[in-house]
């Protein structure tokens, strides 16, 4: 398989996908592979995390015995103070934004390389799903759900690996203090608090956890919409319905306003609850506070020592209130990427593929039934050889089948009973990138890249030379349309190639169909968007690529085939003859009703080319 070289790849073996997980902690063990890549990192990152709260902790401590210093000698506070005191009262201050901050510059590679690493997997994995799978999905809802979940793996992954337990030691050490040096009250509160806290925080969180999943449901719904509209931008333009189109819109963004509303309400009674509890807690601790030192059991360094610990223990305690929040909200944003992680690869390579070993080129269809829905069949039992080096023509009425065998050959479908085989290799037995890779296709419909004229020439194959990307352009007749454009192969094409014509699209995949030079060829009526000049020199240009190449001609136009080695017709999945163009015409069947009927159409056609007739069907 070819690739770009300019495309820097990651090098190191991935884990297998995780899949859609059936729980939050099957989420959080899924991203644990990604993570522990860089253990050296993490666990650099953990250390310094517990040393920044070991700091935090040591702070209030310090300014205990400042104060206690200051109230015992208040007329010689700056003598009964010892330097030390005030000198470590700042170092530890300073360390504990030193450690978190160097916490944050350890681990930025390890949060930015596993989002770098899913983003990949899921990317890649679209591109492995079937083609039935593209043509059902939506592109504006895939993007964003793509784009919140990566965000998601972020905070997540952020979140749970340097938060929770910085946050239980804190939370520990404050405690194991508290029951050492005060009495009994203190812990009690303190872990009656962050019991109820905890509590409040996961009831409520679940409850507007659903606001959420609604709120992203309906965003997506108003991106695919906004997406679909502008891609069909001159459709909208045809029929006037730019005022239909934002009322759709509208609709869309109006439903999404209301969820997001309720989720923001959701918030603020979750922010509102949490404040109280603290509040509480933090007032009972002082209350206790202050009767210990009427009573002479405290100092006035031990009141403010209780202060701080809790005003200090209400930052991490508030931060796991947003912790998990993040993490449910990530959850959620994280829901519909990992199921499409877990959505099943139809066509799949078995663990036993090899890669296609050419020879001649010779393909063989046998005994091929195939239906995109099993109650509408395709191909009945078809059986058809393209011979090595050779052309064959298939040829019939709209829905026949014929682009069907292109789709078969390439093995974006799985046949449902016979066997395709090149040079005596079953295609299911060879891996997708070596068959492909020994394909080339100019599509009826050809859709471009938003990129340069270069860039979509080069496509068919990356590591050409200019000389080569020349040369295939020549060959295409895209050198005078080239020459006549400011930037010329620097053009950019637009969206889905929607700067060019028709037939100058179809141009540039016939250059790219003859750079890739494969050993079997196809064309789906390669040049049906083509003027007559230009098809009837075209037309001798694929004459002289398809010579000793095994070719495959779906074809429309009757005139474009009569040379072909071999024609055959299909009607309703089944062949109904098969020969070349002189003999299928003095048998008088349905090629010779075909080769009639559009000689007539010809006819009657006063612009009509009549070499080149329209198709009938």
Avoid at 283 to 307: E, P, Y
Avoid at 310 to 321: D, H, R, T, V
Avoid at 385 to 413: E, I, P
Wanted: charged content about 20%.
């Amino acid at each position: 398989m070819r690739h770009f070289s300019s495309i820097e790849r990651p090098t190191k073996n991935y884990p297998t996908p995780p899949g859609a997980p059936r729980g939050e902690w099957q989420t959080l063990v899924a991203l644990l592979p990604y993570v522990w890549q860089y253990k050296w990192r993490v666990g650099v990152a953990l250390g310094c995390l517990v040393l920044a709260k070991v700091a935090n902790v040591a702070v209030p401590v310090v300014l205990k015995e400042i104060v206690d210093q200051v109230s015992r000698e208040p007329a010689l506070a700056l003598l009964a103070v010892p330097a030390g005191l005030i000198a470590a009262y700042g170092l530890m201050r300073v360390l504990a934004s030193l450690f978190t901050e160097l916490r944050e510059v350890v681990f930025a590679r390890v949060t930015q390389q596993a989002v770098r690493r899913i983003a990949l997997q899921v990317f890649e994995h679209l591109h492995a799903l079937s083609l039935r799978f593209h043509l059902e999905r939506q592109t504006g809802g895939l993007t964003r759900d793509i784009e919140r979940g990566t965000r998601g793996v972020s905070s997540l992954v952020s979140f749970t690996l340097y938060s929770i337990l910085p946050t239980l030691i804190e939370v520990a050490m404050v405690l194991g203090w508290l029951i050492v040096h005060y009495e009994i009250w203190f812990a009690v509160i303190t872990v009656t608090a962050l019991a109820v806290y905890v509590i409040y925080t996961v009831v409520v969180t679940n409850w507007r956890t659903n606001f959420r999943r609604e709120m992203n449901d309906l965003d997506s719904r108003a991106n695919t919409r906004a997406v679909d509209s502008l891609l069909n931008y001159e459709t909208v333009k045809y029929f006037n319905n730019e005022a239909y189109e934002a009322r759709r819109y509208d609709q869309s963004m109006e439903r999404w306003q209301e969820a997001a509303i309720k989720s923001q309400t959701s918030l603020s009674i979750l922010n509102v609850g949490q404040s109280l509890i603290i509040s509480v807690a933090v007032t009972l601790m002082v209350w206790r506070a202050t009767v210990g030192v009427i009573d002479g059991r405290m100092t006035l360094g031990d009141l403010v020592l209780v202060n701080a610990f809790m005003i200090q223990l209400y930052i991490p305690l508030n931060f796991l209130g947003v912790l998990y929040r993040e993490i449910k909200q990530s959850l959620a944003d994280m829901e519909r990427m990992f199921g499409l992680m877990a959505e099943h690869r139809e066509v799949d390579d078995r663990p036993t593929a090899k890669p296609l070993m050419l020879g001649l080129g010779e393909v063989v269809f046998e005994r091929v039934s195939f239906a995109y829905d099993r109650a509408r069949p395709i191909l009945r039992e078809f059986s058809l050889t393209l011979a090595a080096g050779k052309t064959t023509a298939v040829v019939g009425s709209s829905g026949a089948g014929k682009s069907t065998l292109s789709r078969l050959l390439y093995r974006f479908y799985d046949i449902q009973t016979g066997s395709i085989w090149i040079d005596g290799q079953e295609i299911r037995d060879v891996t997708q990138a070596s068959l492909r890779s020994a394909i080339g296709i100019v599509p009826q419909d050809t859709v471009l890249f938003n990129d340069t004229l270069e860039y979509n020439i080069r496509y068919g194959q990356p590591s050409a030379s200019a000389d080569e990307v020349g040369a295939v352009a020549e060959a295409a007749h895209l050198s005078r349309f080239i020459a006549s454009l400011p930037e010329g192969l620097q053009t950019r094409v637009g969206e889905r190639g929607l700067k060019l014509s028709g037939g100058e699209k179809q141009r540039v995949a016939i250059a790219r169909a003859l750079l890739k030079r494969p050993a079997i060829l196809i064309f789906d009526e390669a040049t049906s968007a083509l003027d007559s000049e230009s098809e009837k020199a075209i037309q001798q240009e694929l004459m002289e690529i398809s010579r000793g190449r095994t070719t495959l001609v779906i074809a429309h136009r009757l005139s474009t085939i009569v040379d072909a080695d071999q024609i055959v017709v299909l009607e309703a999945g089944r062949i109904v003859e098969q020969g070349r163009h002189a003999e299928l015409l003095a048998r008088g069947g349905r090629y010779a009703e075909l080769w009639e009927l559009q000689a007539r159409e010809s006819s009657q056609s006063p612009s009509a080319d009549p070499g080149l007739v329209v198709s009938p069907t």
